[in-house]
């Protein structure tokens, strides 16, 4: 990946509280990933009154929280200053795209069906969609293309129990299901595509005024490296920080609850700011807020 400055500064977080009658177990994905073009300037945590928790890598290498609820309210709060570039999502790949049968061999599973990502089921609307288009970045974008013209994005609309085909067929969903399906459509030629989740400021572009929110899309191994596509947007964006990446959103969830718990408020921040002006644990102040229009102001 070539070099960049870290010329940005964004706020992430979130604020999420359950509210259950015994004690339930519980996982928590919620920090920035410490790799690529991001670089966490300050971080704050916190679990309310749940048991101590304790921090582990899960099988992708996803920053993973482990406690407890207890019995009642339960807030945790996450809180970040990231430093991030401000050159949008690479186009540029370095190498010849490696056939699969010359991966390396922690890359073969996303080549594979999931859950979420049925390409089994998709072979055939795949080959007969795509399958003349050039190998590589021209049929990665002209499957981008695809579900960006032909989902329609609604908000609201998503269910935790669709897969790609499903949301193909129905033609709608929500910025997950966009992914599940490029990601699909990409495995059925072999691609490595995997599911990220994280956050995405409006920086260089105008903010559509839906609510805050985590975010999902996708990246695609060609050459020597991942990269970022985004179906939903379908144009390269400024600002992503990711949070977790696995086979589908099975192993994106920012909360995993072995149990019976309520969601009953739910917070999401990420928005560009001045890292002079503000602090981890400020209240959110959108009137601090740099980004939301087609200007890109360096930190």
Not at 2 to 26: D, F, H
Not at 89 to 100: A, H, L, Q
Not at 227 to 242: C, E, H, M, Q, S
Request: with cysteine; proline share 6%; glycine share 8%.
């Amino acid at each position: 990946m070539n070099w960049s400055p870290l010329n940005i500064t964004v706020r992430v977080g979130c604020n999420l509280v359950y509210e259950t009658t015994v004690q339930t177990s519980v996982l928590f994905v919620l920090k920035p990933r410490l790799e690529g073009r991001v670089l966490v300037m300050q971080e704050r945590l916190s679990f309310g009154i749940g048991l101590p928790s304790y921090e582990y890598q899960d099988s992708h290498g996803n920053i993973t929280y482990r406690s407890t609820f207890m019995p009642g309210k339960n807030e945790i709060r996450h809180d970040a200053l990231v430093a991030v570039s401000s050159l949008p999502d690479s186009r540029e790949i370095r190498g010849n795209i490696v056939p699969v049968g010359q991966l390396p061999h922690e890359l073969l599973r996303y080549t594979l069906p999931s859950r979420y990502c049925d390409s089994d089921k998709l072979m055939n609307f795949a080959w007969n969609q795509f399958g003349q288009i050039q190998h590589g970045l021209p049929r990665v974008q002209a499957i981008c293309d695809w579900v960006h013209n032909n989902i329609e994005y609604r908000y609201g609309s998503g269910r935790p129990d669709l897969s790609a085909s499903e949301v193909i067929a129905r033609r709608h969903g929500v910025c997950r299901d966009f992914a599940h399906a490029v990601i699909a459509l990409c495995r059925a030629f072999n691609l490595p595509a995997r599911y990220v989740t994280g956050h995405l400021p409006d920086i260089g572009f105008i903010d559509p005024g839906t609510p805050m929110d985590f975010h999902a899309y996708c990246e695609v191994y060609l050459g020597q490296e991942w990269l970022t596509f985004d179906a939903r947007y379908n144009i390269p964006r400024i600002g992503r920080v990711k949070v977790a990446h696995g086979a589908d959103a099975v192993d994106g969830a920012f909360a995993t609850i072995y149990g019976e718990a309520n969601l009953t408020y739910f917070q999401v921040w990420a928005y560009q700011v001045n890292p002079q002006q503000v602090s981890v644990g400020d209240p959110v102040d959108l009137s601090k807020r740099m980004d939301g229009n087609q200007t890109v102001r360096l930190s």
